[in-house]
Protein backbone atom coordinates (compact mmCIF):
# COMPACT_ATOMS: atom_id res chain seq x y z
CA UNK A 1 0.00 0.00 0.00
CA UNK A 2 1.18 3.25 -1.04
CA UNK A 3 2.15 5.99 1.83
CA UNK A 4 -0.06 9.43 1.62
CA UNK A 5 3.31 11.17 0.54
CA UNK A 6 2.93 8.95 -2.33
CA UNK A 7 -0.30 10.22 -3.35
CA UNK A 8 -0.88 12.30 -6.25
CA UNK A 9 -3.43 14.50 -7.90
CA UNK A 10 -4.36 12.83 -11.52
CA UNK A 11 -5.40 15.96 -13.03
CA UNK A 12 -8.94 14.32 -14.21
CA UNK A 13 -11.29 16.71 -12.83
CA UNK A 14 -12.34 19.73 -14.50
CA UNK A 15 -14.87 22.34 -12.96
CA UNK A 16 -17.28 23.12 -16.04
CA UNK A 17 -19.20 26.09 -16.46
CA UNK A 18 -21.80 27.44 -19.36
CA UNK A 19 -25.87 26.86 -19.99
CA UNK A 20 -25.03 23.47 -20.94
CA UNK A 21 -22.32 23.28 -18.16
CA UNK A 22 -20.11 22.12 -21.40
CA UNK A 23 -16.99 25.38 -21.15
CA UNK A 24 -13.97 23.80 -19.02
CA UNK A 25 -13.33 27.21 -16.23
CA UNK A 26 -10.45 25.36 -15.19
CA UNK A 27 -8.57 21.80 -14.51
CA UNK A 28 -6.64 20.44 -11.35
CA UNK A 29 -3.28 19.73 -12.82
CA UNK A 30 -1.48 15.76 -12.26
CA UNK A 31 0.98 15.28 -9.94
CA UNK A 32 0.31 18.10 -6.97
CA UNK A 33 0.57 16.07 -3.65
CA UNK A 34 -2.74 14.93 -2.46
CA UNK A 35 -2.02 16.58 1.54
CA UNK A 36 -1.05 19.66 -0.10
CA UNK A 37 -4.22 19.57 -2.67
CA UNK A 38 -6.28 18.78 0.50
CA UNK A 39 -4.55 21.46 2.77
CA UNK A 40 -5.15 23.97 -0.08
CA UNK A 41 -8.99 22.89 -0.43
CA UNK A 42 -9.29 23.32 3.25
CA UNK A 43 -7.76 27.16 2.83
CA UNK A 44 -9.86 27.80 0.10
CA UNK A 45 -13.33 26.58 1.68
CA UNK A 46 -12.17 29.06 4.99
CA UNK A 47 -11.90 31.86 2.37
CA UNK A 48 -15.09 30.74 0.79
CA UNK A 49 -17.12 30.80 3.80
CA UNK A 50 -16.28 34.51 4.67
CA UNK A 51 -16.88 35.67 1.32
CA UNK A 52 -20.20 34.19 2.28
CA UNK A 53 -20.48 35.89 5.65
CA UNK A 54 -19.97 39.10 4.19
CA UNK A 55 -22.02 38.91 0.91
CA UNK A 56 -24.93 38.07 2.90
CA UNK A 57 -24.39 40.86 5.61
CA UNK A 58 -23.13 43.35 3.40
CA UNK A 59 -25.73 43.00 0.40
CA UNK A 60 -22.87 42.37 -2.37
CA UNK A 61 -23.89 39.25 -4.64
CA UNK A 62 -20.67 39.51 -6.35
CA UNK A 63 -18.78 38.35 -3.20
CA UNK A 64 -21.25 34.79 -3.43
CA UNK A 65 -20.46 34.25 -6.93
CA UNK A 66 -16.57 34.51 -5.71
CA UNK A 67 -17.84 32.24 -2.78
CA UNK A 68 -18.97 30.23 -5.25
CA UNK A 69 -16.15 29.51 -7.23
CA UNK A 70 -13.97 28.98 -4.77
CA UNK A 71 -16.05 26.54 -3.43
CA UNK A 72 -16.15 24.46 -6.47
CA UNK A 73 -12.45 25.17 -6.76
CA UNK A 74 -11.82 23.20 -3.59
CA UNK A 75 -14.26 20.60 -4.60
CA UNK A 76 -12.35 19.69 -7.73
CA UNK A 77 -8.93 19.30 -5.50
CA UNK A 78 -10.50 17.15 -3.28
CA UNK A 79 -12.37 15.52 -6.11
CA UNK A 80 -9.35 14.92 -7.92
CA UNK A 81 -6.99 13.88 -4.53
CA UNK A 82 -9.44 11.19 -3.75
CA UNK A 83 -8.66 9.81 -7.39
CA UNK A 84 -4.97 9.90 -6.83
CA UNK A 85 -5.05 8.55 -3.35
CA UNK A 86 -7.36 5.54 -5.08
CA UNK A 87 -5.56 5.38 -7.89
CA UNK A 88 -2.26 4.63 -5.70
CA UNK A 89 -3.94 2.09 -3.53
Known amino acids: MATEESNFTVGRTIFYQGENQNHPLFRIEPRIPCQSAREQASEL????????????????????????????LAKALL??????????S
Open 45 to 72: MGYARDLSIDGLMEDKPQLLWASHYLCA
Open 79 to 88: DDAELGMMKS
